[in-house]
């Protein structure tokens, strides 16, 4: 479904991403983890034409993505934000935020694909008239989702979509993005801070660090904890929680 | 640890006048704190940070703390002036906040705030001052001080930043420090780093830690005693070690919602809210 080569980006004298090779395939999930600066969400937005700087080649769906990104492309492949609080227009109510896309894409029958989005990411229709500050971090984060599904996209770009979120709240929509893949078909490429996340949401998983994908591994290979490069044990050991011994092992990897 | 009890606090409440009523976001927090680590864990509204920020007098204009007992040694917090406070904070109590991108000040260079911070204490000339500030950045494992005692925050990344609040705090040698939510804003590795750096000196110099936390597991791996908290109620008091022994069905579910590393893709348990946890 996707397959990017080469791709390096640079944010002017500073080159971001070095290199990164990615392959996807038709609703598979993709795991992208890594400390900040890593490049890990400049690969999502490069894709999703965020960023101008940048050279390889992204196909998505047999098509090689030029500079610009059309309409068509933004109807197949959708990206999810990581802070729930930022990326819903404050003044616009859930139903206005919803139909937005629709219009744009010209799709018509707005009225009842608000109702089929909103059932999607299990809000309840009283949510429709609200506005985002009158709802919780985890019903703003469905909202984000609902607008991104609204399109019928077959991909789905996530940017850390459960870190603002409390631990309950995540279960609740790392579970429905699970269901929404199995029902729809989706493609997932999904960006996190938390090793655990990726390795429950992800079949296949890059570690970053600087710009560079250090490691590949799988779901299983994860859950062995049979990582080969020293950067990914650390990760590893990390996401084990506070050991005083341990933190003694860490390197610098600037 | 010691049986010595540094600080008492018993039925503590904070209530806050809003617009839409009274909000009740403390309902009777009981606990007695040693020279030890104690956690405080709860998801986001539980009550936590209002706790740390209550035994401190911190809480907002529009909260009151009402408490049968408060207490700090033999100073009472829950009658203090102004000018009663000004000799308990920071000097005696002091409070690590999460982000140290707005706890710092942007127009002062680090240095000048660690200093601050020692002589509103210590009456010390400056060049004393200057000197002690950088042997606390040392202290904190900050390589190059004399560099970053120069710097304004903008120009530190936030793991130096969270560790030159850690500094800045412990430089008038206090016994309690509340440290909420410290490195949460942090990457993972250096996050346990600061933890390392705040643990070893918590231990060097006999100080007591509050550690108020969204992360059950960290907090479990660093603090001896753990309050789980829900809706402004302590629902569950525990050791450290024993969390995998939890009782109370909201620690257990908060447990169980983790994703874990099995490579194992099945949907999560959800945590499913009694309004029994919420009755006092």
Redesign the interface.
Known sequence: MIEISKLNAWFDDNHVLKDVDISVPENGSFGLVGESGSGKSTVLRTITGLVDDWEGTITVKGNQLGPKRDKDFYRLVQMVFQDPFGSLHPRHTIDRILTEPVNIHGLGNSDARVVEALKQVGLDNAFRFRYPHQLSGGQRQRVAIARALILEPKVLLLDEPTSALDVSIQAEVLNLLGRLRRDLGLTYIMVSHDLAVVAHMCDDIAIMNHGRIVERATAEQLAEGTLEHPYSQQLYKAAGGYDRAVVDTFVDWD | MTTETLLTVQDLEVTFNTPKGKVHAVRGVSFDLGRERLGIVG??GSGKSQTGRAILGLTAANGSISASKMKFHDVDLANLTPKQWRKVRGARISMIMQDPKYSLNPVMTIGNQIIEAYREHHKVNTKEARHRAIEMLEAVKIRDPQRVFDSYPHEVS?GMGQRVMIAMMLIPDPELIIADEPTSAL???????V??IL?DLVRDRGMALIFIS?D???V???CDRVLVMYQGLVVEELRASELHNAKHPYTK??LN?????????D?????EREASWAEG
């Not at chain 2, 949907?267 to 945590?271: R, T, V």
């Open positions: 998801e986001s936030g990457d993972v590795t250096v996050q346990l780093q933890m390392a643990d969204h059950l597991h960290l479990s791996s660093f579910g908060l919602c983790l994703p874990k590393m099995n490579g194992n893709h949907d999560l348990p959800i945590l």
